[in-house]
């Protein structure tokens, strides 16, 4: 990585998990980190469930849209974490890629949400620590 790190989440609907990484990632990291986020197959809105939980952290992803997964996204970010979007990221040499195992907040209510958002905020904190 040269200068500013970079990030890329990635999950099939970029509406829920890759968004609220993406919300997380740009609060703690304060402009030290290019965030992006994408989908496989992006939905027409995000989750308002994972909006309302980002929400309860202080953190409003309202103005966040589902994007659709590029190449070229992929091409200028340093580090692609994949949340389920399966073989549909395509794979550079020189990218430090990470698989992020975290179930689909899709249809759940917020009670089953908050464990998945509080797990990804514990991942982007160690991922941080990691590239600041």
């Not at 609220?20 to 990291?29: D, F, I, N, V």
Request: charged letters at 25%; proline letters at 6%; aromatic letters at 4%.
């Amino acid at each position: 990585m040269s200068g500013q790190p970079s990030v890329l989440f990635v999950c099939v609907h970029n509406a829920g998990r890759s968004q609220m990484a993406a919300g997380y990632l740009e609060h703690l990291a304060r402009g030290r980190i290019d965030v992006r986020s994408a989908g496989s197959a992006p939905a027409d809105q995000i989750n308002p469930v994972a909006v309302e939980a980002m929400l309860e952290e202080g953190i409003d992803i309202t103005t966040a849209t589902p994007k659709v997964l590029t190449t070229e996204a992929v091409q200028e970010s340093d580090v692609v974490i994949t949340m389920g979007c399966g073989d549909a990221c395509p794979i550079f040499p020189g990218k430090r890629y990470e698989d992020w195992q975290l179930d689909d907040p899709a249809g759940q209510g917020i009670e089953a949400v908050r464990p998945i958002r509080d797990e990804i905020r514990r991942r982007v904190e160690a991922l941080v620590a990691d590239l600041t």
